[in-house]
């Protein structure tokens, strides 16, 4: 018997982070996207949850990150059909690409964040000391929302190559973009340099630095969130699967910043 059920609505916040009304919202998403459809190639064999779970059970496993063998007893399946159901159905919680590329005048911040990963094709040994995946997050310096993720890169890409090898240089249109200084050469805007021999920046450039380190510390305050769907702290997942699950949790955040 299921132990957890999206029509117990008090479980949904716990379990997911957000409210029954932003659940509700990604529940919609997913059904306008083919979540009654999933599996052509099995036609005659309907799928063990209502649609409404499904979704749930993604979300779940993103927020918790619970291992298939834990998930599937909660929702009264078996591991395997957990498996199946998280696989067919992150893809359709992953973060839209922008209706409209970003035009002049807005500002965006990129960054990237190491998540550790257990597959290694798409991982590397990196300063974290974990094997993990360098993700190139895009977000609106005034909403905070995510715009775009980058694919997934070994963890000991430097952003400077993981800014344009990632797309998310692409999905920047032609805003301005903020950066750290280890995005030198992309044509974003970074912090001033010291110049040789002096001791440290001085003048207009120091106060352009504490500026520019004020709106950049925006997206540093992205990722804590995103980090709340413990999925990003250890991912599970292997190949494609990495980039979907740090796409479904940037439509979540998204999801619940607009609450």
Request: glycine share 8%; charged share 25%; with cysteine.
């Amino acid at each position: 018997m299921a132990v957890v059920s999206a029509a117990d609505r008090e479980l949904v916040p716990v379990f997911t982070g957000l409210t029954y009304a932003q659940f509700r919202a990604l529940v919609r998403v997913v059904q306008v996207r083919g979540g009654h459809a999933l599996d052509p190639a099995r036609p005659g064999r309907p799928w063990a949850l209502p649609l409404e779970d499904r979704v749930l059970i993604v979300a779940f496993y993103l927020r918790t990150n619970l291992t298939m063998r834990q998930l599937g007893p909660l929702f009264g399946v078996s591991h395997a059909a957990a498996h199946r159901i998280v696989d067919k159905h992150s893809p359709l919680l992953a973060l839209d690409p922008p209706r409209a590329k970003p035009r002049a005048g807005e500002v965006l911040i990129v960054d990237g964040t190491l998540v550790p990963t257990r597959d290694r094709t798409v991982a590397a040994s990196s300063k974290n000391y974990r094997f993990s995946t360098n993700l190139q997050v895009l977000v609106h310096a005034d909403t905070r929302l995510v715009v775009a993720v980058g694919r997934p890169l070994p963890g000991n890409r430097n952003d400077c190559r993981a800014f344009s090898e990632s797309g998310v240089d692409t999905a920047a249109g032609e805003a301005t973009v903020i950066a750290d200084g280890g995005y030198q050469g992309t044509g974003c805007l970074i912090p001033h340099r010291r110049r040789p021999g002096e001791p440290e920046v001085a003048g207009w450039r120091a106060e352009h630095n504490r500026d520019h380190r004020k709106v950049r510390a925006r997206v540093e305050h992205v990722f804590a969130r995103m980090k709340n769907w413990k999925a990003l702290r250890d991912c599970r997942r292997k190949g494609d699967g990495v980039f979907w699950a740090v796409s479904a949790v940037a439509r979540m955040h998204n999801l619940a910043m607009t609450g």
